[in-house]
């Protein structure tokens, strides 16, 4: 298994740009897909990006396309999240996921059996 500790989260002014990561532990990072999800207050969690195993291959949500970023650097157990153009309704806790899968990505939250604790990022117009 796997453990997944978020930081970097808080408060920008839309338009700005916000870089948070995730940091694991446990099993060999490099054995997992990781994602980047969110839920804002009263919505469901939503899928943000996801990265393969190796960092060759990524995914987006037709929201975050053009302006996030998601990239992992194996041999420091991290995936980041760098967000630009940020938007108030980018506002959310902000959730990494683990998903022990070397083919696909997955964009559903059932698809991902490991989650860090969230960090919150408040965008404001």
């Known amino acids: 298994q796997v453990q997944l500790v978020e930081s970097g989260g808080g408060l920008v002014q839309a338009g700005a740009s916000l870089s948070i990561s995730c940091a694991a532990s446990?099993?060999?990072?490099?054995?997992?897909?990781m994602g980047w999800f969110r839920q804002a207050p009263g919505k469901e969690r939503e899928f943000v990006a996801a990265i393969n195993w190796r960092g060759t291959s990524t995914y987006y949500s037709d929201s975050v396309k053009g302006r996030f970023t998601i990239s992992r650097d194996n041999a420091k157990n991290t995936v980041y999240l760098q967000m630009n153009s940020l938007k108030p309704e980018d506002t959310a806790v902000y959730y990494c996921?683990?998903?022990?899968?070397?083919?696909?990505?997955?964009?559903?939250?059932?698809?991902?059996?490991?989650w860090g604790q969230g960090t919150q990022v408040t965008v404001s117009s």
């Open positions: 446990g099993d060999p990072f490099s054995n997992y897909a």
């Open positions: 996921a683990a998903d022990r899968r070397l083919v696909g990505l997955g964009t559903t939250p059932g698809a991902y059996k490991y």
